[in-house]
């Protein structure tokens, strides 16, 4: 049976373990402050803390449940429209794609949203989000091909880049704003405070 990951279960282990399942990279300033066997959520914490935002948000990517970070990545792609418009239609089909996959896990959808994102090219923050999704288990490959599962830390990499991108390749005023903001929204889900559906 496999390993299950809640939404706990990475965020209250030690930053070292969250390395050890999902690899990541940060910035030169973010790496002094982390101390690796502090819980990942504290190192989020301590990022933010810094005001190194991109940072906390990609430990928080990677500490969240695939699901979980994957309707982070969609709704803050989502926050870039202004509001009472519709996203391009070729970003509401993949942030849909998204969405469904995270309401009902299966492996149909996760393909679905994998090809949608590959047709996208992987361009917007909408297809990241729709690749986060495709790439959260299951094989890389056709069907009719030997099993290429992704590496762990793939979809939180594409949650992380779809994040970022969602916030500098948009017309948000105030990028900085808008950043905190979506750390907000991640941390938010990662309390339980809201709930990804």
Known sequence: MENIVTNTTLLLNSYKDLLEKRPLELGDEAVPLIEGQKPSIEV???LAEAELMSDAIKVLAH????PRAVWWASQVSRATFPEGSQPPDEDEIALKAAEDWVRKPEEDLRRAAMK????GGYKSAASLAAAAAGWSGGSMGSPEFDPAPPPENLTSIAVGSSIVLSVYDSNVEDPEEFLVKAYKLGRALADNEIEAL
């Not at 500490?63 to 695939?66: N, R």
């Not at 949608?116 to 047709?119: C, L, N, Q, S």
């Open 44 to 46: 989020v914490d301590t």
């Open 63 to 66: 500490a969240l449940s695939k």
């Open 116 to 119: 949608i994102a590959d047709d």
